[in-house]
């Protein structure tokens, strides 16, 4: 048996005034037939009192409980970075943004979070620019990652900084989400000198002169510490592979012990290499008994409140993704398996992720089920097949009957 995850983030959504969802709207022939082959419903993947991040979301996905395993974002992203964490370290996402807005840090709002999805070779100039002023705290370290992630590690601290997604706070006055609680001072002065350093870069006065957003600001937020994950050979008796193009996913495999898959041109965007993902992940399952593929865009283009880019993002992924996967595994003749779902919704009403319970498909070869006409957050309630938790899901596709 083989297993294929096939993770469309943030793609769920609220209806519209008329009663429709990107999901509804989308043209989407191939999920559609899938759907009607498969169980379909509803799980809640974010336990009740966490944060729906991606974090969480995913993690549950990939069938590992957050109330046991999850100790924060930026450590996960800092694995696929490569960082090698003490015991006592605690690390911080730290975003590249836009702020609008002039005079004192406090008056100004969150214009960009993501810096008009900046480029990594400009990202990585600008964080080193930053290093190079001796703007980072003492005891941190500033590592450069992809596009407008990146992360800073405090050696021997400790946790309680209260901190806001900048995704959180998309079109709002940044001043009463700043950072608070421990090293607030730190880390406030950072993020201010910060935006000194980066309005005398020329990578932003080229931006500036090309349309773009600058990058006016570092956003610390994602606090952590060291994960502990038990492998994910050892928990469930598999091989396992990811492929994404974000380090928090990317770190998510790694610290369960599956292999990482980078893919030429991924980007996170709508404008990432679809089809190259998918080719890896049929490459990847010939010697691999589980495939775990996440594309970002959905939920981009739901933080950007883009409809025309979700709809786009999510056809892109039926006609580039699941149909090649779907018709090459059908045609290998192997029973297969297929689990297609977003981690969490990202309405575009609100700009940022809900904990809301997600419609997922779970396809089986080797069965022959009746399921739903079309696939959206509507029709699949009509199912009643409902998991209170992504773990219980995750179990759910493994089981074989």
């Not at 993947?45 to 999850?70: L, Q, R, W």
């Not at 950072?190 to 773009?212: C, M, P, T, Y």
């Not at 998510?252 to 993902?277: P, R």
């Amino acid at each position: 048996m083989k297993y294929i995850v096939i993770l469309g983030d943030g793609w769920a959504d609220y209806p519209d005034e008329n009663g429709q969802t990107p999901l509804s709207l989308a043209n989407k022939p191939n999920i559609d037939k899938i759907a009607q082959m498969s169980a379909c419903g509803l799980t809640k993947t974010v336990p009740d009192g966490m944060k729906p991040g991606s974090d969480v979301a995913n993690m549950a996905v990939m069938g590992y409980d957050p109330a046991k395993y999850y100790t924060g974002r930026s450590p996960l992203e800092a694995a696929s970075m490569g960082i090698d964490l003490g015991a006592d370290d605690v690390t911080y996402r730290c975003n590249l943004v836009t702020l609008g807005g002039d005079g004192q840090y406090s008056s100004l709002y969150m214009k960009d979070y993501s810096a008009g999805e900046i480029d990594t070779p400009s990202a990585e100039k600008l964080i080193a620019e930053i290093n190079a002023a001796g703007i980072v705290p003492e005891g941190c370290e500033l590592y450069a990652g992809v596009s407008y992630r990146h992360c800073l590690v405090r050696r021997g601290g400790k946790t309680g900084a209260v901190l806001t997604p900048p995704h959180d706070i998309s079109g709002k006055p940044v001043e009463t989400y700043l950072p608070d609680g421990l090293y607030a001072d730190e880390l406030l002065t950072f993020q201010q000198r910060s935006r000194d350093v980066l309005s005398k870069s020329d990578i932003n006065a080229h931006r500036i002169a090309e349309g773009k957003n600058p990058a006016t600001s570092c956003w610390l937020w994602g606090e952590g510490t060291r994960p502990s994950f038990t492998s994910f050979e050892k928990l469930y008796g598999l091989k396992g592979a990811v492929i994404s193009a974000v380090d928090l996913v990317k770190g998510l495999g790694i610290v369960a012990g599956m292999d990482s898959i980078d893919v030429e041109g991924a980007c996170g965007t709508i404008n990432t290499n679809f089809a190259g993902k998918a080719a890896a992940a049929l490459e990847a399952i010939k010697t691999h008994d589980y495939v775990y593929i996440h594309m970002e865009a959905p939920d981009e283009c739901g933080h950007q409140g883009d409809k025309e880019g979700k709809i786009r993002s999510i056809e892109l992924i039926d006609s580039l993704v699941v149909r090649p996967i779907f018709e090459e595994m059908t045609r290998r003749g192997e029973r297969f398996k297929l689990l297609i779902t977003p981690d969490h919704p990202t309405p575009l009403a609100l700009r940022t992720h809900v904990s809301d319970p997600v419609p997922f498909i779970m396809y089986d070869s080797g069965k022959t089920v009746h399921g739903i006409e079309t696939y959206n957050e509507g029709l699949v309630r009509t199912t009643r097949l409902y998991y209170p938790s992504g773990v219980d899901m995750f179990t759910a596709f493994l089981k074989e009957d």
